[in-house]
Nanobody, 115 residues
């Protein structure tokens, strides 16, 4: 069974940067879109950024101008570059791949923004 594995989370000071990466353990057929979601304590999971198979991107208003999502179709990999991080960006970040057969989720990587 294909699994998604995230990396790149950690502790960073406000104003700092992190790059999250996510790769699939095997091939995924018919990918619609790849994206990143996050869930902060006591809050619902929310979309951070998403990129379609044609390269169209959309971002949460809270991260526009600070985050960039990129994908590698061949390698089933998706990355999220996050700059100018704020304490309110603290959350567990989840990778997501939506395909014709099913929706895949990673186990999450913790991002903590604190001084």
């Amino acid at each position: 069974q294909v699994q998604l594995v995230e990396s790149g989370g950690g502790l960073v000071q406000p104003g700092g940067s992190l790059r999250l990466s996510c790769g699939a353990s095997g091939s995924i057929f018919g990918i619609y879109a790849m994206g990143w979601y996050r869930q902060a304590p006591g809050k619902q999971r929310e979309l951070v950024a998403r990129i379609s198979s044609s390269g169209i991107t959309n971002y949460a208003n809270s991260v526009k101008g600070r985050c960039t999502i990129t994908r590698d179709n061949a390698g089933n990999m998706v990355s999220l570059q996050m700059n100018s991080l704020k304490p309110e960006d603290t959350a567990v970040y989840y990778c997501n791949i939506d395909s014709v057969t099913r929706n895949y989720w990673g186990r999450g990587t913790q991002v903590t923004v604190s001084s």
